[in-house]
């Protein structure tokens, strides 16, 4: 594997891990809510993206207003907009089918990915898409199925709302991928403070409606240290990990390796977050949970085998090459 493609492939598996922090939420949190994390998160996410921009502003082209809008439009897509339909997703439907559905992302963006940009056969992707598929589903299918008996009408929201968020990162990484072959020169860095600095922009024009509909407990409860420093820990930890990290990492895979099997990778975080569920619930995981990410593991190590196949164009050029360079040694050694 080149080493270009194998840095794309770290990225994206930290990237993954980065985001998978997302499902320890709900465990810190407190008397507090989701929304008061989520404000607390992206205003430190902008803050940071200040800075960093300010700090590598000098080693970067001339942005122009278009730069901007399309990186606050990623910033919304990609990281305010998810999370905010995630965890609304998690209050009508509960913590189990919203994970559930979202971890589909995956299997959906290398569909995608690979239908435009065709640089994957369809039948080497088939074999890592379906072990991925049977990962999942092994991994959610206990839960799932508890939560969808009896299923109310709010459990039918709250699966609309997931699939609602399948559908916002699927547009962020197929558009994010776009965006950035039209910007070659584009730092990451650069490009990650940009997306952050609109994010946070964003969560500010949100705050007035989240204090009016009391969906924000700040306003209510005020910053009471004791319970409040877990939400700011957090916050800043997701901030500098979740966002900027992985935002960041992300736009480094982008560059380097197809975005189908990006999506590939993004599996990963499925493999992490139910590592932190069974931390922070104090269990084993069942035996289906360990077939699941078994096959998820063997899925991802699956895609990265392809990232070492050549493609038809590319082994006929270089079986071309091969030929040149025999038929001029020939020549030049006729004996």
């Known amino acids: 594997m080149q080493r270009r493609s194998m840095i794309g492939v770290l990225a994206a598996i930290f990237a993954a891990f980065s985001w998978s922090l997302n499902f320890v939420a709900p465990y810190i ?26 700090a590598v502003r000098r080693e970067v082209v001339q942005l122009s ?18 999370f905010m339909t995630v965890m609304a997703a998690v209050l009508f439907a509960g913590p189990i089918i919203p994970p559930a559905i979202v971890a589909m992302v995956p299997v959906v963006l290398a569909i995608m990915g ?36 009896g299923m ?20 962020f990484a197929l558009t994010n991928r776009t965006a950035l072959a039209a910007r070659p020169a584009m730092d990451a860095r650069m490009w990650t403070a940009m997306m952050m600095i609109g994010g946070a922009a964003e969560i500010m024009a949100f705050i007035p409606l989240a204090a009016s509909t009391g969906l924000l407990k700040l306003t209510s409860l005020g910053v009471r240290l004791h319970d409040f420093l877990p939400v700011l820990l957090g916050s800043f930890t997701l901030a500098v990990i979740g966002s900027i990290a992985g935002s960041w990492a992300w736009t480094i895979a982008a560059k380097r390796i197809p975005v189908g099997l990006a999506g590939q990778l993004i599996v990963t975080e499925t493999v992490f977050a ?32 392809i990232l070492q196949t050549p493609s038809p164009a590319e082994q006929s050029t270089a079986d071309g090459a091969a030929r040149i360079t025999t038929s001029a040694n020939q020549v030049n050694n006729p004996n």
């Open 29 to 54: 949190v407190g008397p507090y809510s989701i929304y008061d994390l989520a404000v607390t998160r992206f205003l430190l996410s902008g803050l940071l993206g200040i800075a960093l921009f300010g």
């Open 65 to 82: 207003l278009r730069d901007w809008l399309v990186a606050a439009w990623l910033g919304f897509v990609g990281y305010v907009g998810y």
């Open 114 to 149: 690979n239908l435009g940009e065709r640089t994957v056969q369809w039948r080497m992707l088939s074999i890592p898409l379906g072990l991925s598929t049977l990962g999942l589903v092994l991994v959610n299918l206990l839960g799932l199925s508890e939560a969808l008996y």
């Open 152 to 171: 109310p009408i709010r459990v039918i929201i709250g699966i609309v709302i997931s699939v609602g968020a399948v559908l916002l990162w699927t547009v």
């Open 274 to 305: 139910t590592c932190f569920g069974l931390v922070a619930t104090h269990r084993w995981p069942t035996w289906p949970e360990a077939l699941g990410v078994a096959s998820i593991v063997v899925g991802v190590v699956s895609a990265l085998k």
